[in-house]
């Protein structure tokens, strides 16, 4: 509650908070917010390209579809996509650091070496190799980026759960006979929540931008799935004549990956006092 | 420190190679039956399959990959029937010279702001170069790139739509055309060139940018509240002396190490900018690769850029280990 109130007061996270919960809501209230929400992927010639006004607030694509309502479909792909597969690689992720941290043997140098091969590709281009071989599907981009991503959580838990590993709490626990199971989930694990949290929140926005690209190139999921980078890249063969057929997405992921960002900057200003804003860690 | 990286980079490159191997031979299962077709009698299948050694086991397979890999031979493009590593090599410079130039830019540009953010902290100028930063993080690199096309190309018609020159570039002496231009006096595809390169150029240099100013103002933030600053402050050594000189040079140490990071995603950026304005680079051939299914090309697309990835992160480490005292 008081972490809450701490992050409504911080006037940019509180910004964050908003377009977060606003995507959330966008979402799952997609149906009843929409305009057209029968006619999302339908086939409407005389309804094509039209400009944005009272009927097609931002205007309607190249099937005559209205893209308010498309986008409004799309937070629900989008949020699909970021939330599986950042689930999958914090799953996979933390426990692997966990375990690197805890040991620190040469099980825990392996771990890390793997996790350091993944990091030596630019994410997007591993991605783009995963997605292109399993073919253009949704889950097929969340696995491509659950691959792709967990190394970032396994670096971060690593570090974080060697830095405590001497912690005289820790030792208390292990010489009161607790198993080094017990001691990782219950004494290890809640102390470095916040940062995991942290991690999580920037790390969403991170997925939605490559997600958003993967399917620019379309290797995201097939034509008529209302995915926010595919609508981009329709909207090319239109311009300049229909500008806003390519403005729309576009600012739709701006915004959400921008209150991602915000809400992670936001928490790690709250939730992590070490590390104020303009402190010496900006990523 | 960097004896130990170096000794680390044969073990990377091979979990590299065993990683792309892995991708490209284990989870798709039939690389002979895309090649062929869909609907290739059996027989032609089975000939390909043999051509390219996919019915030996798989522990054999990968023994031919890793040596085929090491020697530089990425094996035959499926769509223009070349050499894929001749194919990378011809359009390495035109992805190099785009991404050298945005970095200059982004250095250039972003280490001054950066600099400038910090000592006026909170000042308005401060404000709109975090807003600036923010949204340079946010934006999608395609979309950004689309935006800048369709304003100062198609509305404003100041910059080319798309491409890197008109008809043939100079004669190759670099591969980069701004420089084989000066080189060869011809000030006329000088500007031709630079033109082409605008866009593109701004489009990876923004975020960049970004990252760079970030990284910058937090460092001299943190430098600014250290005993050796308030020190020389003290002593009577001009501000402008200290900032400049000794408050920066600390504080590009920790930018620095984002050098990696910011490559890294330009050459993602590059994937995705390059198609959009048609640049013939790394990016929009991976591209091409990945719309005709030419997964051989994409792979060695993979394997190439991790190599040249690794190579900078190491570059990176020798530069900072030189720069700051305590890595020494």
């Known amino acids: 509650m008081r972490t809450l109130r701490r992050l409504i007061r911080d006037r940019s996270a509180l910004l964050g908070l908003i377009i977060v919960a606003l995507l959330v809501l966008a979402a799952v209230f997609a149906w009843p917010l929409a305009t057209f929400p029968q006619d999302v992927t339908n086939y409407d010639p005389p309804h094509r390209l039209l400009p944005p006004g009272s009927i097609y607030w931002l205007g309607t694509d190249r099937m005559g579809a209205d893209i308010y309502s498309r986008l409004l479909f799309g937070a629900r792909i989008t949020i699909l996509i970021a939330v599986t597969a950042t689930t999958v690689a914090v799953l996979i992720g933390v426990p692997m650091g966990l375990v690197a941290g805890y040991y620190n043997n040469r099980l825990s140098d392996l771990l890390m070496r793997i ?169 | 420190m960097v004896a130990r990286r170096i000794m680390w980079m044969p073990p990377t490159l091979f979990g590299l190679v065993l990683i792309v191997f892995a991708i490209s031979h284990v989870i798709r299962s039939d690389p002979a039956r895309v090649m062929a077709g869909e609907n290739a009698p059996a027989e032609q299948v089975q000939a390909l399959r043999h051509k390219y050694g996919l019915d030996l086991p798989l522990p054999q397979q990968f023994l031919r990959y890793v040596g085929d890999s090491a020697t530089g031979n990425m094996g035959t493009s499926l769509f223009t029937q070349r050499p894929v590593a001749e194919d990378l090599w011809s359009r390495l410079p035109a992805t190099l010279e785009l991404a050298l130039y945005a970095i200059v830019i982004a250095v250039v540009a972003g280490v001054p702001l950066g600099v400038v953010a910090a000592l006026r902290r909170n000042s308005l100028l401060d404000h709109v170069v975090r807003l600036a930063t923010v949204t340079g993080l946010a934006m999608a690199a395609f979309w950004l790139a689309i935006l800048l096309q369709l304003t100062f190309s198609m509305w404003l018609g100041v910059t080319p739509v798309q491409g890197r020159i008109d008809g043939w570039g100079p004669d190759p002496i670099t591969g980069f055309y701004t420089i084989d231009a000066v080189l060869r006096g011809d000030w006329e ?31 001299v933030l943190n430098v600014m509240s250290s005993n050796f600053v308030f020190y020389q402050t003290a002593m009577g050594i001009p501000r402008r002396r200290v900032v400049w000189k000794y408050i920066l040079r600390s504080a590009l140490i920790g930018t620095l190490t984002q050098i990696g990071l910011i490559f890294g995603n330009l050459i993602a950026g590059a994937v995705v900018v390059e198609t959009v304005f048609d640049w013939p680079g790394l990016g929009s051939f991976a591209v091409n690769s990945i719309l005709q299914s030419d997964y051989n090309a994409i792979m060695s697309f993979t394997l190439f850029v991790g190599v040249v990835f690794i190579l900078v992160n190491l570059l990176v480490d020798v530069a900072q280990a030189v720069l700051d005292p305590r890595g020494r």
Not at chain 1, 135 to 144: E, K, R, T
Not at chain 2, 192 to 211: G, I, K, V
């Open chain 1, 115 to 283: 996790s350091d091969v993944f990091l030596a590709v630019p994410q997007i281009v591993l991605a783009i190799a995963i997605a292109q071989t399993l073919g253009p599907a949704i889950q097929n981009v969340i696995l491509a980026l659950s691959i792709t991503y967990w190394p970032f959580w396994a670096r971060l838990v690593y570090a974080e759960t060697r830095s405590l590993r001497n912690e005289v709490f820790i030792e208390a626990a292990i010489a009161l006979g607790a198993s080094p199971l017990r001691v990782m989930a219950l004494h290890v694990l809640p102390s470095i929540a916040s940062s995991v949290i942290v991690r999580t929140t920037i790390g969403m926005g991170g997925t939605i931008l490559v997600a958003a690209a993967l399917g620019f190139l379309g290797l995201g999921p097939p034509p008529p799935t209302p995915e926010w980078g595919r609508m981009i890249a329709e909207s090319r063969g239109f311009l300049p004549q229909a500008w806003w057929y390519a403005a729309a997405p576009g600012i739709a992921i701006l915004l959400v990956v921008m209150g991602f960002n915000l809400l992670g900057d936001g928490l790690r200003d709250v939730l992590d006092p070490r590390l104020r804003r303009g402190g010496a860690d900006a990523s």
């Open chain 2, 189 to 219: 595809t000088f500007g031709q060139s630079l033109r082409y390169l605008a866009l593109p150029m701004l489009t990876l240099a923004l975020p960049a940018m970004a990252t760079i100013v970030r990284f910058t103002r937090a460092g």
